[in-house]
């Protein structure tokens, strides 16, 4: 199939809602995509946690969470070598081809009865998301032209399918799992990533030619970068076969404090060098220089929101499994289905805020201040949990705490993470627009790697402390960045 020729026709196309008719084959991707990440993580702790009897693999709270957070860390670190092969090799069309595939195999050798098995399946999820996850983004952002007003409520509706997945996935997951078994539950990701693939060999040709090709460099310039990248990777490598090498760890016996501390460390060392990389290679010009320093505000603030958000499947999900009447007239639901109110409500609310964005106009908020707007939402989403987290002992809460707090996540999320999405297209120069979009998500792997930690420490805090440390943490950084957002926005050179 070849794809339509004229590029420039996008801006004219609004067969899609008002967008162009790619966005709905890049829509359906990320569902299909989001059902496979959202209907595992559902489970996955849970899955750990679960005794050996019952099917599970019978972990404690500590190696589960550490298991957790390096899993979710390196999902959205696999990102940037994602975007650096898409914009030097494979270009952003072919890498979304082939880590869709990866990820069908990926999800079912998670089910599979064989913790080796289980352990390379996480590694695949890790390599394939990398592959798709940065680059689906990248190609919606490229089906605009720079000066369309519609791109921020473009990546709205994209957000839509993403919590579209996101929502029905832990329902069917969840069920699943409970009726016949975790595995059987978690193999259901993979058979909706097999419709995914499917999906976006069908809607190939509506994409134009957004993202077909590499990033034309000078060849020297790509020599030495392809040499940086390979020098990289084998670097990762020796670093995982020295840390297993030092604890004398197996695949199957790991050490949660030694996973912990390796993850933390090298994602600080990985996030300062490629920081000090991006802004002393380059020939950037003093716009660009003005936007990156924009870019890592922005990073900072959207690594804090994460660390905050991304409890939801640990912290969260173990408060709605242990201390949430999980009942409906007397029939008991999943726990893991709450994870579903926050895709629900994206979905529900998403077009109200695409609706906002292009409605206020030249009135429209700052990306900045989108940002502030979405940490104190987070925020105040654990604050209101003090209440129910300082009952007693065995006595279990209405799920319309779970739901308020989702409620104010979703507020949140919707203020922070398209406009993220969107902010980092406009803002990065076009020649890494892959790498950068990676970065954008390195921000979530760090964040998750941090809500990880906190998860870790479940059973040591109240959980009245536990959640007003996180909830006053998330409100105070929001304020500072709302009083940062101006001279934030004079960095950005014109891009709101």
């Given at each position: 199939?070849?794809?339509?020729?004229?590029?420039?026709?996008?801006?004219?196309?609004?067969?899609?809602?008002?967008?162009?008719?790619?966005?709905?084959?890049?829509?359906?991707?990320?569902?299909?995509?989001?059902?496979?990440?959202?209907?595992?993580?559902?489970?996955?702790?849970?899955?750990?946690?679960?005794?050996?009897?019952?099917?599970?693999?019978?972990?404690?709270?500590?190696?589960?969470?550490?298991?957790?957070?390096?899993?979710?860390?390196?999902?959205?670190?696999?990102?940037?070598?994602?975007?650096?092969?898409?914009?030097?090799?494979?270009?952003?069309?072919?890498?979304?081809?082939?880590?869709?595939?990866?990820?069908?195999?990926?999800?079912?050798?998670?089910?599979?009865?064989?913790?080796?098995?289980?352990?390379?399946?996480?590694?695949?999820?890790?390599?394939?998301?990398?592959?798709?996850?940065?680059?689906?983004?990248?190609?919606?952002?490229?089906?605009?032209?720079?000066?369309?007003?519609?791109?921020?409520?473009?990546?709205?509706?994209?957000?839509?399918?993403?919590?579209?997945?996101?929502?029905?996935?832990?329902?069917?997951?969840?069920l699943a799992a409970r009726e016949y078994g975790w595995r059987v539950g978690m193999s259901l990701a993979g058979v909706g990533m097999m419709a995914g693939v499917a999906q976006y060999l069908y809607g190939y040709r509506f994409?134009?030619?957004?993202?077909?090709?590499?990033?034309?460099?000078?060849?020297?310039?790509?020599?030495?970068?392809?040499?940086?990248?390979?020098?990289?990777?084998?670097?990762?490598?020796?670093?995982?076969?020295?840390?297993?090498?030092?604890?004398?760890?197996?695949?199957?016996?790991?050490?949660?404090?030694?996973?912990?501390?390796?993850?933390?460390?090298?994602?600080?060392?990985?996030?300062?060098?490629?920081?000090?990389?991006?802004?002393?290679?380059?020939?950037?010009?003093?716009?660009?220089?003005?936007?990156?320093?924009?870019?890592?505000?922005?990073?900072?603030?959207?690594?804090?929101?994460?660390?905050?958000?991304?409890?939801?499947?640990?912290?969260?999900?173990?408060?709605?499994?242990?201390?949430?009447?999980?009942?409906?007239?007397?029939?008991?639901?999943?726990?893991?289905?709450?994870?579903?109110?926050?895709?629900?409500?994206?979905?529900?609310?998403?077009?109200?805020?695409?609706?906002?964005?292009?409605?206020?106009?030249?009135?429209?908020?700052?990306?900045?201040?989108?940002?502030?707007?979405?940490?104190?939402?987070?925020?105040?989403?654990?604050?209101?949990?003090?209440?129910?987290?300082?009952?007693?002992?065995?006595?279990?809460?209405?799920?319309?705490?779970?739901?308020?707090?989702?409620?104010?996540?979703?507020?949140?999320?919707?203020?922070?993470?398209?406009?993220?999405?969107?902010?980092?297209?406009?803002?990065?120069?076009?020649?890494?627009?892959?790498?950068?979009?990676?970065?954008?998500?390195?921000?979530?792997?760090?964040?998750?790697?941090?809500?990880?930690?906190?998860?870790?420490?479940?059973?040591?805090?109240?959980?009245?402390?536990?959640?007003?440390?996180?909830?006053?943490?998330?409100?105070?950084?929001?304020?500072?960045?709302?009083?940062?957002?101006?001279?934030?926005?004079?960095?950005?050179?014109?891009?709101?």
């Amino acid at each position: 199939m070849q794809p339509v020729p004229a590029q420039s026709a996008a801006e004219h196309d609004r067969s899609f809602f008002g967008h162009p008719r790619g966005l709905s084959t890049l829509f359906f991707t990320e569902f299909w995509e989001r059902w496979g990440y959202y209907g595992m993580r559902s489970l996955l702790i849970l899955f750990m946690r679960a005794p050996e009897q019952g099917g599970g693999l019978g972990f404690d709270q500590s190696k589960a969470s550490a298991i957790y957070g390096l899993y979710a860390a390196m999902v959205y670190m696999a990102s940037l070598p994602g975007g650096w092969v898409a914009d030097r090799i494979l270009g952003q069309r072919r890498s979304v081809l082939f880590g869709a595939i990866i990820l069908v195999s990926a999800y079912l050798m998670v089910a599979l009865p064989s913790m080796a098995a289980f352990y390379s399946g996480l590694v695949l999820v890790v390599i394939g998301t990398g592959l798709l996850k940065p680059n689906v983004s990248t190609i919606v952002g490229q089906l605009y032209q720079p000066e369309d007003k519609r791109r921020d409520a473009g990546f709205s509706i994209f957000y839509m399918g993403i919590n579209m997945g996101a929502f029905v996935a832990p329902l069917v997951c969840g069920l699943a799992a409970r009726e016949y078994g975790w595995r059987v539950g978690m193999s259901l990701a993979g058979v909706g990533m097999m419709a995914g693939v499917a999906q976006y060999l069908y809607g190939y040709r509506f994409l134009g030619n957004a993202g077909l090709h590499p990033v034309q460099v000078p060849p020297e310039v790509d020599a030495l970068q392809r040499k940086r990248f390979y020098m990289c990777i084998v670097a990762l490598v020796l670093l995982v076969a020295a840390v297993l090498g030092v604890d004398q760890l197996g695949l199957v016996n790991i050490s949660a404090q030694g996973l912990n501390n390796a993850a933390g460390g090298f994602l600080l060392l990985l996030t300062l060098a490629f920081f000090a990389w991006l802004f002393m290679s380059g020939d950037w010009s003093a716009i660009e220089r003005k936007r990156l320093v924009a870019i890592a505000v922005l990073f900072v603030a959207s690594t804090m929101f994460w660390s905050v958000f991304e409890q939801a499947g640990s912290t969260l999900n173990i408060f709605a499994s242990e201390k949430t009447a999980n009942q409906i007239f007397g029939w008991e639901y999943p726990p893991s289905w709450l994870q579903s109110l926050n895709g629900l409500f994206i979905w529900t609310m998403a077009p109200a805020f695409a609706w906002l964005w292009m409605r206020l106009g030249s009135r429209e908020p700052s990306s900045p201040a989108k940002f502030s707007w979405g940490l104190v939402c987070g925020g105040l989403g654990f604050l209101i949990l003090i209440i129910p987290a300082a009952t007693g002992v065995g006595v279990r809460v209405s799920p319309l705490w779970l739901t308020a707090t989702y409620v104010l996540h979703t507020f949140g999320e919707l203020c922070l993470s398209p406009v993220g999405l969107s902010a980092t297209t406009k803002l990065a120069p076009a020649r890494v627009a892959g790498l950068m979009m990676g970065l954008w998500f390195l921000s979530i792997s760090i964040g998750n790697y941090l809500g990880a930690r906190v998860s870790a420490v479940y059973e040591s805090f109240s959980l009245p402390s536990l959640f007003g440390v996180v909830g006053v943490f998330a409100v105070v950084m929001g304020l500072l960045l709302a009083v940062a957002a101006k001279p934030v926005n004079r960095l950005m050179g014109g891009v709101k």
